[in-house]
């Protein structure tokens, strides 16, 4: 065979929501990118369907917040939760307010936690919406393709398709799923609890309920009658849906058993497939093996009621990529930092999405220990750098900017908010003067905001985490000189 040869900064293997946001965020930092995906077009599921405000933070770092929100403007305005005996009987709960541990609403939080709000759009929705951009901007992306051999070396790893190309790169992301080809191949056990409740089943399927849910903009809706338990996932709001029923029996009558969850005939009802599922939670020890990555659910599976597997998965991806960029313009790159801080960050984030079941009725997700939803939703999660004197708590959302977290939003002229400051550079964010600052090598930006005294700076990664915090130029010249303890890879 006439084996084709090709070289790249960076192979990403898979191409679901993390693989794709990898290309995008990989080519944001300049990286020549080639994507292989073993399918050739979107998920056949819905599955995933709520973007949280980190990932729209993300998306508008890449330009692309308004593309997806336009995408996603069928299930704009469905943010309410349902429930009722059948669909026709339904009735829209009130409001949805986040609770502490005893269930006790918390009061709203005044501040504006993100320049984002989140989103509703399904994942066969979205994966188009990423793959035609990361083309446009230039990653080449193969679908129908699939990596059969990874092998590296002290320099590359190439990768063998089964059209048997050949793709040598300088580093792999292997957002290959939750089975992960590449993780088994390299031995990278998983820990975590396991398997968790009951096998359930995903049913896909069209039916036009457009008359039945004119006054009902549901998300989810509940349904409780007794031969047809389940959930009721709005996917366009008109045509598109799904209903989640526990049990693993796939091979149910759905015919009959949608027909008595909606409560009413469907004509044209369609099931186009029925998929099995089982919570679980489990992270990879490992998130690197020499010049191979693991990131979202190749690295971390976790049970869907609090809407982050994807979320999570394109938060490392974000992570990594600043990483990786560095490390190939010849930094001495933290891509350890890579393990320690996304697996912290995917340990914490499956076991809250473990501790979270709902009974949409009760309004409140139910557990010991739950973290404030806005620390998942809005990447409230510390990491666990150098230099961290104060710890960020997880049962409130109070971002005050300390070290190893995200800075806090707040908007700044022109409609700019603090997050806009980084990414794909570093930046310095500083309250009064910027003239002190200005020798210290990085891009320097007034921003009078309320967590910062007037004289102190906030140093950012590209990823908008807090690397450093303090009052004196020099320290942090003399920091960033030294390639410091904070960033070992700052500009
Ligand atoms: C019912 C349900 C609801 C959910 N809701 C949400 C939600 O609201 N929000 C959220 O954030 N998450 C949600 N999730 C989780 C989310 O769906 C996953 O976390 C996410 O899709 C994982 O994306 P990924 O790109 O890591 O993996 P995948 O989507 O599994 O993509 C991996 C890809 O790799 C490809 N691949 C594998 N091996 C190879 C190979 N050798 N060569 C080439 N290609 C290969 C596969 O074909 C696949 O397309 C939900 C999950 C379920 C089951």
Redesign the pocket.
């Known amino acids: 065979m006439n084996v084709q040869r090709t070289q790249t900064d960076v192979l990403v293997?898979?191409?679901?929501?993390?693989?794709l946001t990898a290309a995008l965020v990989l080519r944001h930092h300049g990286l020549a990118v080639t994507l292989?995906?073993?399918?050739t077009g979107a998920?056949s599921q819905p599955?995933?369907?709520?973007?949280?405000m980190r990932t729209m933070e993300i998306f508008r770092e890449l330009g692309r917040a308004e593309l997806i929100r336009e995408a996603a403007r069928d299930l704009a305005g469905h943010d309410r939760m349902a429930a009722g005996r059948t669909l026709a009987e339904a009735e829209l709960l009130p409001l949805w307010r986040p609770a502490d541990d005893s269930g006790t609403a918390i009061e709203p939080i005044l501040v504006e936690p993100s320049p984002e709000l989140p989103c509703l759009i399904a994942?066969d929705l979205l994966e188009p919406v990423l793959r035609e951009a990361a083309v446009r901007d230039g990653a080449r992306v193969r679908f129908g393709?699939?990596?059969?051999g990874v092998v590296q070396d002290a320099e590359s790893v190439t990768a063998t398709t089964d059209t048997g190309e050949q793709v040598r790169a300088r580093y792999l992301i292997a957002?290959?799923?939750?089975r992960?080809?590449?993780r088994e191949a390299l031995g990278i056990t998983r820990s975590g609890q396991g398997v968790l409740g009951e096998p359930n089943v995903?049913v896909y399927f069209t039916a036009d309920l457009r008359e039945l849910v004119r006054d009902k903009p549901f998300n989810l809706c509940q349904i409780e009658h007794p031969q047809a338990r389940g959930g009721l996932c709005s996917v366009d709001g008109r045509y598109r849906w799904v209903f989640?029923a526990a049990g693993g029996d796939t091979g149910r009558e759905w015919q009959r058993v949608l027909e008595t969850a909606i409560g009413a005939p469907l004509p044209g009802l369609e099931v186009h497939n029925v998929l099995a599922?089982q919570a679980e939670m489990r992270v990879a020890d490992r998130y690197r093996a020499g010049r191979v990555f693991l990131?979202?659910?190749?690295a971390h599976v976790m049970p869907?009621f609090a809407?982050?597997?994807?979320?999570?998965?394109i938060a490392d991806v974000h992570d990594l990529g600043w990483q990786l960029a560095a490390a190939l313009r010849g930094r001495t790159g933290p891509l350890d930092g890579y393990h320690a801080e996304r697996h912290a960050a995917g340990w914490f984030t499956a076991e809250q999405s473990s501790i979270r079941t709902v009974n949409l009725r009760d309004g409140v997700p139910s557990g010991e220990g739950l973290a404030h939803p806005y620390v998942l939703a809005c990447g409230g999660f510390q990491y666990p750098l150098p230099g961290i004197t104060e710890t960020e708590p997880i049962t409130e959302f109070a971002p005050t900017g300390r070290i190893g977290t995200r800075i806090p939003h707040r908007w700044l002229a022109e409609g700019r908010s603090t997050l806009d400051l980084a990414g794909p550079d570093w930046a310095l964010a500083v309250a009064g003067s910027p003239i002190p600052w200005q020798d210290c090598g990085f891009p320097v930006h007034q921003a009078d905001v309320d967590f910062l005294e007037p004289g102190e700076a906030v140093l950012l990664r590209p990823d908008q985490v807090i690397a450093w915090r303090g009052t004196d130029p020099r320290r942090l010249t003399e920091l960033a000189v030294a390639d410091g303890v904070c960033f070992t890879t700052a500009q």
């Open positions: 293997v898979g191409g679901g929501l993390v693989g292989f995906e073993r399918r998920s599955k995933a369907r709520r973007v949280n994942q393709t699939e990596v059969a957002a290959d799923g939750a992960s080809p590449i995903n989640m599922w990131a979202g659910d190749a869907p809407a982050s597997g994807a979320n999570t998965g």
